[in-house]
């Protein structure tokens, strides 16, 4: 199994400022996914982060507003940038690993508030 | 596009009741299917999955089982406890194990 640390684990922003969550991973892996959960909804994935390359986005969520690094294969971070009330969210990390990757595993989750 | 829906909670329950947590999705194919729980303050753990039809995935006395003709795949548990209450999230992925599409979660509370 993958432990998955995250932080921090929750923070309350200014609008127009950015925060940056920072997930380690005790093992080696190739790809990191970073999910949003907004109140009441489902989680969503914002991107995949391979170590080497740029991030691939998913469709509604740009580089500028979510900068990725992945600048080894066990730590990555995720900036919300020029925030707002709307970035209110929980943002999860996640691995996939166990015997033959067929597990996700999650970090705890960063619950952010913007006001 | 994919998507998941299940029960909107929370569902309350007393200790030693019979559970039911409906989920149904949408797909183009056969995807795997997962429940996966959310304790309070931890990060989400994977309960049971099914890669294929009729397969039944089954853990800590959870039971789901993989239902192509109605597409669904309902969490079962035959006596809940107090330590069950948490969220619990229905997903399903088509690429291998790693990007998920999730349901909104369904809490569950239970009273002793």
């Known amino acids: 199994s993958a432990v998955i640390s995250q932080k921090p684990s929750r923070d309350i922003c200014q609008r127009g400022t950015s925060l940056t969550i920072q997930c380690q991973v005790d093992?080696?892996?190739?790809?990191m996914f970073w999910y949003r959960q907004q109140p009441g909804q489902s989680l969503t994935l914002i991107a995949t982060?391979?170590?080497?390359?740029?991030?691939?986005?998913e469709s509604g969520f740009v580089i500028d507003k979510f900068p990725i690094s992945r600048p080894n294969l066990t730590f990555s971070t995720l900036t919300v940038s020029n925030m707002s009330p709307e970035d209110s969210s929980i943002y999860l990390c996640?691995?996939?690993?166990?015997?033959?990757?067929?597990?996700?595993?999650f970090g705890q989750g960063t619950r952010l508030t913007v006001v | 596009g994919n998507s998941v829906t299940q029960m909107e909670g929370p569902v309350t329950l007393s200790e030693e009741a019979f559970l039911t947590i409906n989920c149904t999705y949408t797909?183009?194919?056969?995807?795997?299917l997962f429940w996966y729980v959310q304790y309070p303050g931890e990060g989400l753990q994977l309960l049971l999955k099914?890669?294929?039809?009729?397969d039944k995935g089954s853990n800590k006395g959870f039971e789901a089982t993989y239902r192509k003709e109605t597409t669904s795949f309902h969490l079962e548990k035959g006596s809940v406890q107090v330590s069950d209450s948490a969220v619990y999230f229905c997903?399903?992925?088509?690429?291998?194990?790693?990007?998920?599409?999730f349901g909104k979660g369904t809490m569950l509370l239970v009273s002793p």
């Open positions: 093992s080696q892996v190739t790809m």
């Open positions: 997903a399903l992925s088509f690429l291998g194990y790693s990007t998920l599409t």
């Open positions: 797909a183009t194919g056969y995807p795997s």
């Open positions: 982060a391979n170590q080497g390359s740029e991030a691939t986005y």
């Open positions: 996640s691995v996939v690993g166990g015997t033959g990757d067929t597990e996700a595993f």
């Open positions: 099914a890669t294929k039809a009729d």
